[in-house]
């Protein structure tokens, strides 16, 4: 399974600075490793280790790459909080390990994802609404909005305007590492700009 | 798109400071929050800022929870004068009503996506009116297909009569629309042939309602929420009227009211209330009636009844005998009852009836509809059992069509019934009517000519025209179809599109000229020789509709292209306002049917503007619930057009029927049926009308008729249908996320991930009857669709009745089959399979029976049967991309 070519050259942009940079894998995997989650086998990124972030293009390299944990203490349905991508207003996420495959999952059973913990409807909070019977946060205590972490945070049922963003992770050795979000964060116009 | 992936966006532009805003409300359900549209030229580049002096919402960014946040679903670029504009639209932060918090559900919440976009999945919005040469639909002027439309036209109803030009079209699409379409097919074609788009006759929807004295749309939402007890029949309004739930029930459940589902299925509302105190009341399809009167039974037996209410706002024997209290006029609701079926003498013989049916017994209710019978105790206690004080709980009763499309007349007697002795209606928090699926913009503009239908019931009765059993028969020759599916939309779907190909593509008279004169001909051929020619307005290329059977199409524009006026589920009347340029050549609806009107030879068609559609429609309006006829008095005096004084409203709108008082301002009404209104002592103001149904009910004398509900009316056609060996109940519904048949959201890539395709959802046990495992693909078949042909005259009581249409070879069991993707649930009753009710590729009617209810004409479209069979695995069984199968009631 490969990624839409359009959608790779949309994130590198066309210009190759990307490839001057570098990073044109890493960049192809941000989105792909979503678009293909579950599917490879394999799916282990890596990261820029030393790069200057002036040298890397803006769609990627701002995003900081943040050691939130490590494989050998999580246990499965019982999630972690850490914050990303920075420590301002909705940065609350949730790292679980699912016991189930998972879209985007890492670790040796792909089951490890992270999720922001702000519901893209309305803003309401989801920390502590792990539901770990159907692999779900939710529902949201504004409007009962339920998004399944199986499935990059789709929604089941409610009224968000869009999947919960997930929190794209590394794993190196046994550090497990938060590099990227897909999808905006409720509340701010940009991810990155608050 | 160019991936069949959605790729979400991490940033949005926010619109700046000097942003136009423009108040609207939302195109979908019938709550119809206020929206606001902020648009910004992109020329220029101008963006607004984070900080709450840059941008157009005075907010600081990030914005709080319930703040002006914007999706990256909610912004969009429009042509605005011909000019690119940015587009965010986001429900209302500043609106007093409906939507008070600026709550959205997530169809409305991304309604940005709808506007034509040629960048998006919009791109295919007809641009274009098209004439079918050579089988293909070609682009041509407006002219050239006018011509066409209007010459052959003439002819059918100059050479086939009147009756032979069916028009089917939306009841919704706002006044202006509305009104012009029935002035053109009512007043001046005046044909029988008509119908809306959800029914295959032009009759009421809730004839139970309608005889007992019930406006659809008396409450308030305000009611809903201040009820102690609120028994929710045949609808989760979280799912399908999103914010009547949430920002109105919920905050009552929050309150201490109990809520009462009665559905075959849990979904997120339901669970909430389970969870807070509330009951599902989980029968199996069809049983609703014997469960309705068997908590009436429980609380007469027990005197619970609302005495004081009863005595003084039931129509007593002499009342009720005076026309059946609707007058002695020679009206439907007098047919209905013409031997006796639903008449009663008042409360006293009512009971004596009701106590004399075995079905009405808890027990054997239970049976039928295999619940667990205690629910029926306690739900007749909650909603009437004296509080220790004696005073009453308030309690109302929300219906919607899983509930009315499952024994459309039965259903709706008995929950009147019910609703009565429990003192619904006309006070605040005691309140019985429809939630509401679509909006209400219609407005007629002309009579329908029932005494040209040729369906003529026992007795004296002459039903309005079963437009489908007519075309079935070949007596349409010209099927005007104006923003609706028709096919899949109704019952027994396949065996209908199969009368279309006949009627249409399969008929010899297929147009292989360019030639107008020769199309004209050739398409009156094909009239003349028995088959069908087929207009179709609306604004995408509907298969089979449109794709395949449409002659002519005429590309309409709709929601934000043109200036409209519609209503929402508690009257509240709206100004919808134009804020970009339609797509290509499409034109609204109104104009559309003035040209082909003028063309035809009416006239009172010469309107310019959407302003005077509205305008002469005013009067129309008088006496009906969204009766806003003296705003135009209003408007005038202020030398304003009616459009700009609706316009003044806003999102609050106002909320009708809306009166003149002597100083020359306008109230507006709460609630219909309002027992404790005081009107105006001189009376009504100029135009102004007080209808009966302001401070009484729509009856002869204003009091409520207690109905009997025979289970005997609809059990022969029950019993039949039922799950034999091997089947299951096939019954539908609408989902959240999915609006109508997904002419927007299959054009949404967030919405198309979700929900790429039809589906079933089936019980674990039953499932696994099947084999079947969540996301196997499923095919659902039957080899027994009833469907009613043949048009009879009525001599004998049950001439109508099921069984004897079977005994005597007016049913033809017909096939149909259809895939699905299943999802394995325990939120659904055992023996049932529930799909999306309207999917157009995988379209769940074809397995409902074409029986109309036989005492109303409306279809039952919920009673559907059929089997199920594991075709293999779906794409969606083993990746993660699309689709979700965890169950959607999770509390």
Known sequence: MTADPKIIAAVNGA??????????????????FLLTGGIATTVVMVGIPGMAEAQ????????????????????VDEPFDFEYPDEGAYAESILVKLGQRAGGGIGPDEDIVAFN??????????QGTYQAADKALGPCPLHLTTFDLTRHGIFISGQAYQSLPQVLLEVEGDDIYAVGMFGLIYGRFDNLQG | MSTPYYVPEESIPLPPVDAEVISTACDYCIVACGYKVYRWPVRGGKRGGPAASENAFGEDFPVSPLGAWVAPTQHNIVLHNGEPHHVVIIPDKDTEYVNPLGNSSIRGGAIAQKVYNPQSPTRDRLKSPMVRMFGVLMPVTWDFALDIAAEVGRHVLDKHGTNAYGVKTFSYGYMENTYAITKYALRHVRT????????????????????????????????WRDADVLLMCGTDPYESKTILFTDWIMPGIQNGQKAIFLLPRSTAGVAYAEKNGGMLIDIQPGTDLPVVLAIARVIVENGWEDSEWIKDWVNSKWESSSGFGQGTRNTPWQWRTTWGKFQTNGFDDWKEWLLAQEYSVPEKAAEIAQIDVQKIYTAA?????????????????????????????????AISALGIICGCGGRPGQVIGRAGGHQRGGLRGGGYPRNKSPEKLPGRRRRAMDTDRYLMSGHTRLAHVIGTTWVQAMCGSQSLQSKFDELTTRNPHQVTSFDKNDIIDTLKKRADSGGMVVWNQDIYLVDPIGARYADIVFPASGWGEETFTRAN??????????????????????????????????????WKNSNEVLEEGARHSRGSRKDFNMVKVAAHREGKTLHEKLGEFGTNG????????ADGTLEETKRLHDVNRVLPDDGPVGGTVFNKKLTHFNSQTGKCNLQKAPWDLFSSYWEWLKPREGEVWITSGRINERWQSGYDDRRRPYIVQRWPENWIELHPDTAAKFGIESGDYVQVFSDRIPVQKDTIVGVEGDDFDFASLLKNGHIELTRASITAVAIVTPALKENIGYMDFLHTSQPANALAGRVVDWISGNYNYKMGVGQVRKMGESPYKNQFRSMSFARRDIA
Request: hydrophobic letters at 30%.
């Open chain 1, 15 to 32: 210009n190759g600075e990307a490839k001057a940079a570098g990073t044109r894998n890493c960049l192809m995997n941000r989105r792909q």
């Open chain 1, 56 to 75: 890397t293009p803006a769609a990627v390299s701002t995003y900081p790459r943040k050691l939130i944990g490590k494989l050998s203490e999580l246990k």
């Open chain 1, 117 to 126: 913990y702000t519901c893209t409807h309305q803003g309401g909070p989801l």
């Open chain 2, 192 to 223: 029988a042939n008509f119908t809306f788009h959800d029914t295959p006759s032009d009759v009421t929807s809730t004839p139970g309602f309608r005889d007992a004295g019930f406006d659809n749309f008396g409450p308030s939402y305000e009611d």
């Open chain 2, 381 to 413: 206690e909650w909603m009437a059992k004296p509080k220790a004080d004696g005073s009453r709980p308030k309690t109302s009763i929300m219906i919607e069509k899983g509930f009315y499309w499952s024994n459309n007349t039965g259903n709706t007697n």
């Open chain 2, 569 to 606: 589920g508690e009257r509240r009347i709206r100004l919808y306002p134009k804020f970009y340029d339609a797509p290509g050549e499409s034109k609204p609806d109104w104009w559309i049917i003035a040209q082909l009107a003028k063309k035809m030879g009416f006239s009172g068609f010469e």
């Open chain 2, 654 to 661: 106002i909320q009708g029927p809306v009166l003149m008082l």
